[in-house]
């Protein structure tokens, strides 16, 4: 069965950095997609980040600049690092696998997601 476990939130004040991990298993994930979505309290889950087979990446307006997506295949894991981070971007972060090559940026085409990881930015 497959199975994405992210690890690297938690509390970091305004300004600061972090970077989420997301491990993947039961599948050969360097055929997909991967994908990190956020979702805020009462918010819709929305993409940050996709990058696709080819190493193509995708970033959401938000974070464009401050935001790295990366992937190491050998290592079945992919990457989030996030510099500047503001406040409103507290969420509960998730990473996700889609079987496509390309960049996929829909939430409906991931088919496989982790259980998400906090991340809260203190003003």
């Known amino acids: 069965q497959a199975q994405l476990v992210e690890s690297g939130g938690g509390l970091v004040q305004a300004g600061g950095s972090l970077i989420l991990s997301c491990v993947a298993s039961?599948?050969?994930?360097?055929?997909?997609?991967m994908g990190w979505f956020r979702q805020a309290p009462g918010e819709e889950r929305e993409c940050v980040a996709a990058?696709?087979?080819?190493?193509?990446?995708y970033y959401s307006d938000s974070v464009k600049g401050r935001v790295t997506i990366s992937r190491d295949n050998a290592k079945n894991t992919v990457y989030l690092q996030m510099n500047s981070l503001k406040p409103e971007e507290t969420a509960v972060y998730y990473c996700?696998?889609?079987?496509?090559?390309?960049?996929?940026?829909?939430?409906?085409?991931?088919?496989?997601w982790g259980q998400g990881t906090q991340v809260t930015v203190s003003s």
């Open positions: 996700a696998a889609a079987p496509a090559s390309e960049l996929v940026i829909t939430t409906s085409e991931y088919a496989f």
């Open positions: 039961g599948r050969t994930f360097s055929r997909y997609a």
């Open positions: 990058i696709s087979w080819s190493d193509r990446t």
